[in-house]
Nanobody, 124 residues
């Protein structure tokens, strides 16, 4: 069983930067990807970015490429999501997930294990 735990969220001011962490543990597949999603209040969950664990290949949502950077540290079994120039509309629950296969997909159905999320609140 795979466990994912996010951390790094909190209350931040608009314009600041933030890095979220996703710890991956348990029985993981030999080839997988980790994706980051977010869900704002009253909104659907949206894909942000994904990274393949072995090769480190990255895939971003075209809407969020630029301010968001995904990375991973295999030695620590952690993935990260860096966010620059935070905006009020970045307020959301940020969730990481492990893919069912080795592809860094953008659909929720591509992922089989999910964390509980870390809340980010951006204020003026």
């Amino acid at each position: 069983q795979v466990h994912l735990r996010e951390s790094g969220g909190g209350l931040v001011h608009a314009g600041e930067a933030l890095t979220l962490s996703c710890s991956v543990s348990g029985r993981t597949a030999s080839s997988y990807a980790v994706g980051w999603f977010r869900q704002a209040p009253g909104e659907e969950r949206e894909f942000l970015a994904a990274i393949t664990w072995k090769g480190g290949g990255t895939y971003y949502s075209p809407s969020h490429k630029g301010r968001f950077t995904i990375s991973r540290d295999n030695t620590k079994d952690q993935a990260y999501l860096g966010i620059l120039h935070l905006k009020l509309e970045d307020t959301a629950l940020y969730v990481c997930a492990q893919s069912k296969g080795g592809v860094a997909g953008r659909d929720e159905s591509d992922y089989g294990s999910w964390g509980q999320g870390t809340q980010v609140i951006v204020s003026q």
